[in-house]
């Protein structure tokens, strides 16, 4: 087990309230990202950090926000939900070593319905 | 804009048999390439990488041949086993200056029959 969860695993939640979703490891990575999985899309990147308070955002950050106020936490946040951000949500960590693989572990996911 | 792209979305291969995965990429500036396997209800779990000065990388059943003139990479898997059922997907690493990423292609499900 590589430290790494999700929480929740499954939410429903109507359209307009706001969804906080949280990943937690225990690695001390320093790198944390967050991807949405949809159909005919794979895996797509929306918000990542680089350190504590340190966040960016991805291809698809549009109605999401991140925060990441300890190493081991890194929550993602929808403000105001809408039923396009129907998906399944990866949370990924990272800590490259210099001249060995990339290493890049996953969470199990949360599934999120928007109704 | 789909910068790693799997054409195939399906592939159904007999036990024992080759399975051949594969990928294209648009980004010359990927310099590292990785497939990762996913089940059900779980995340991806890391199968093999290669770096873009290689042009192949094995493990155990699983080889990965990297074309850089021609944008290409392909899995292969030999012999499969039924347990290899899955989605597979590739995924190339780049740099936005603070943090490596990861992009995706849009995976290809493999299905091993007996």
């Known amino acids: 087990d590589a430290g790494i969860t999700q929480s929740p695993r499954h939410k429903v939640t109507e359209t307009g309230t706001p969804v906080t979703l949280r990943c937690h490891q225990t690695?001390?990575?320093?790198?944390m990202y967050w991807y949405r999985q949809d159909p005919g899309h794979g895996l797509r990147l929306i918000h990542y950090s680089y350190g504590v308070k340190d966040t960016d955002k991805g291809e698809v950050s549009d109605g999401y926000s991140v925060s990441r106020s300890k190493t081991e936490d890194f929550l993602l946040t929808l403000e105001s939900a809408t039923s396009s951000q129907t998906s399944v949500y990866f949370c990924?960590?990272?800590?490259?070593?210099?001249?060995?693989?990339?290493?890049?572990?996953f969470g199990s996911g949360t599934r999120l319905t928007v109704v | 804009d789909q910068q790693v792209k799997q054409n195939s979305p399906s592939l159904s291969v007999q036990e024992g048999r080759i399975s051949i995965l594969n990928c294209d990429y648009t980004?010359?500036?990927?310099?590292?390439f990785l497939w990762y396997k996913k089940y059900p209800a779980e995340g991806p779990t890391f199968l093999i990488s290669?770096?873009?000065?290689?042009d192949k990388n094995e493990d155990g059943r699983f080889t990965v041949f990297l074309n850089k003139s021609a944008k290409h990479l392909s899995l292969h898997i030999v012999p499969s086993q039924p347990g290899d059922s899955a989605v597979y997907f590739c995924a190339a690493v780049s740099y936005t200056g603070t943090a490596s990423k990861l992009t995706f292609g849009t995976g290809t499900r493999l299905q091993v029959t007996l």
């Open positions: 990924a960590i990272s800590e490259p070593i210099p001249g060995q693989e990339y290493g890049y572990t």
């Open positions: 690695e001390n990575h320093r790198y």
């Open positions: 980004n010359s500036m990927f310099d590292y």
């Open positions: 290669i770096s873009s000065i290689k």
